[in-house]
C-alpha cells in the first residue's frame, strides 16, 4: 500500500516549506532561478539553504512518490491537471484567533433548536436505514445523526473546496507538510479505487470529505459501500454516510447498548484533582466518590470506565463522560465537539437540556492574557512546557498547581481572577 518514508528531495521542499514566513506571499513569486536564501529567520544550522521549490516543480516531485505508492499515472495527471495553490486555505491555516469561543457558545450554536428539530425529522425519515446500520455496527440512530448534524448540517453543507487541491497546498507550503503528503496519498487512493469523481472530490479547507467529514485516511479505513453499488460515496449516498460513520464509531471500540455519559453533580469537598479524562474509575467509584446524576436516580450503568470532565471549571456544569464519550473524541479529538454530539443526541430523545448553569459571566482571555498566565507561572515555577497562548495539558497542570498553593479548587481552568492573582504577586 502506500510508501510512508519520503525522498530525499521531499525532505528538502519540506524544510523550505517550514522556512517559509507565512505564506502569504503568493507562489508564483518563488521563481527557479538558482539557490536563494532562506528568508531571515533565526535558524541555527549551518545546512545548505534550502531552494524554495516553485509548486511545479513540487508536484513533479511529488509524482515519483504517488506513483510509487501506486497511484495510477492517469489519476495522478487528471488529479494535477491546472491545479494551482489555494491562498485561501494558507490564511485559514495560518488563522489563530485572539479569543478561543467558550464552550457555552459553541453549544449554544451546534444544539441549536433548528438543528434539533431537523434531526428529530431525519431520525424518522430514515429510520428503517439508520435501523440496519444499529444492527450492523452496534451504534444508536441518533449518536450517527448527531455527527452527521454537527458536521455537514445533515448534509447541506459538505464544503466547496476542492480537496486535492487543498492538500496539495498544505502539504507543499503549509504548517505540517508532511501529515497533509500523506493526507494526499489518500486522497489520490480514494479516486483511484474508484469512490469518487475527481471534481464531486469537495470538502472543508483542510481535506475534510462528505456528510459526516472524514479525512482521507478515515475514508480509506473506514468508509463502507453500505448500499452495495460497489463504491463508497460520503456525498451522495446516505446509506454510504451512516454506515461509514457506524463503522468507524465501532472501530473506536463503541459500547453498543450503552450511552455517552451524563450530567452529574459533585458533593461538597470534591476533590477536583479527579477532574480530566486521565482520572479513569467504575461508576460504582464516582458514586462512592458522592458523584450523583443531575437529574437525579442511578448513574447509568457502563461495563466500561468512567470520567468526571468539567468544560468550563468548578463553576460550571459537570459531566460524567464513559468510554463511548471518548469514541466520539476519536471522531474528532474536542471535549466541545464530543459535547456537543452527546448532547444533541439526547435532545433528539427529549434529553439534554443541562440542570446546572455555564459561568457565562466569565471574562475570557486573550491570547496575550494566555501568554502571561503561562510565563508567569514558568516564571514562578510551575512549567507550562512553553509558552504559546495554548492552554493544553501542560498548562492546565501548572494552573492547578497554582490553584493549589493559593488555596483555590484545583480544576485547572484558568480565569481571569486567577490571571490577575499570579499579576499582582
Ligand atoms: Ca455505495
Known amino acids: 500500500m502506500a510508501v510512508r ?61 504517488a506513483l510509487a505508492a501506486g497511484i495510477s499515472a492517469a489519476t495522478f495527471d487528471a488529479a494535477f491537471a491546472g491545479l494551482t495553490p489555494n491562498p485561501q486555505v494558507i490564511e485559514n491555516d495560518n488563522f489563530q484567533p485572539e479569543f478561543s469561543r467558550p464552550v457555552w457558545e459553541y453549544l449554544d450554536n451546534a444544539i441549536s433548536d433548528a438543528r434539533v428539530s431537523g434531526g428529530q425529522q431525519r431520525l424518522q425519515q430514515h429510520a428503517s436505514l439508520l435501523s440496519s446500520v444499529e444492527r450492523q455496527y452496534g451504534v444508536e440512530p441518533r449518536i450517527i445523526v448527531a ?21 496539495a497546498t498544505l502539504a507543499y507550503q503549509g504548517r505540517r507538510s508532511q501529515a497533509f503528503r500523506e493526507f494526499l496519498l489518500q486522497a489520490l487512493q480514494i479516486l483511484d479505487r474508484g469512490d469518487i469523481s475527481r471534481s464531486r472530490m469537495v470538502g472543508s479547507w483542510a481535506g475534510a ?54 450530567e452529574v453533580v459533585l458533593p461538597a469537598g470534591f476533590d477536583y484533582r479527579n477532574t480530566g479524562l486521565e482520572v479513569r474509575r467504575s461508576t460504582a467509584q464516582w458514586d462512592a466518590a458522592g458523584v450523583r446524576s443531575a437529574s437525579g436516580g442511578p448513574l447509568p450503568p457502563t461495563g466500561g470506565q468512567a470520567s468526571v470532565i468539567i468544560p468550563a471549571g468548578h463553576r460550571g456544569p459537570a459531566f460524567l463522560v464513559y468510554d463511548n464519550f471518548r469514541s466520539i473524541l476519536r471522531y474528532n479529538n474536542a471535549t466541545s465537539y464530543a459535547l456537543a454530539v452527546s ?37 514562578r515555577g510551575y512549567d507550562t512546557q512553553g509558552i504559546d497562548g495554548i492552554i493544553g495539558p501542560n498548562s492546565r497542570q501548572a494552573v492547578r498547581a497554582f490553584q493549589e498553593e493559593i488555596g483555590a479548587p484545583p480544576d485547572g481552568y484558568p480565569t481571569m481572577e486567577l490571571l490577575n492573582q499570579l499579576r499582582r504577586l
Open 343 to 379: 448532547l444533541l443526541s439526547d435532545r433528539f430523545a427529549g434529553g439534554g437540556r443541562l440542570v446546572a448553569a455555564w459561568p457565562r459571566d466569565q471574562q475570557q482571555l486573550s491570547r496575550q492574557d494566555r501568554i502571561d498566565l503561562q510565563t508567569l507561572l514558568t516564571a
Open 209 to 262: 470529505m462528505g456528510q459526516t467529514q472524514f479525512m482521507p485516511g478515515s475514508y480509506l479505513n473506514y468508509a463502507v459501500d453500505f448500499d452495495n453499488d460497489g463504491r463508497r460515496d460520503l456525498w451522495d449516498s446516505l446509506a454510504d454516510v451512516f454506515g461509514s460513520t457506524g463503522n468507524y464509531l465501532a472501530n473506536a471500540d463503541w459500547r453498543p447498548g450503552e450511552t455517552w455519559g451524563t
Open 147 to 167: 455527527i452527521w448534524g454537527l458536521e455537514s448540517g445533515y448534509g447541506g453543507n459538505v464544503g466547496s473546496f476542492d480537496v486535492i487541491r487543498s492538500l
Open 5 to 65: 518514508k519520503l525522498t530525499v528531495a521531499g525532505a528538502a521542499v519540506m524544510l523550505a516549506a517550514c522556512s517559509s514566513p507565512g505564506g502569504s506571499t503568493p507562489v508564483g513569486s518563488a521563481t527557479a532561478s538558482g539557490p536563494t536564501p532562506v528568508p531571515a529567520q533565526p535558524v541555527a544550522t549551518t545546512a545548505a539553504p534550502a531552494r524554495p521549490a516553485t509548486f511545479e516543480e513540487w508536484v513533479a516531485d511529488f509524482r515519483v512518490e
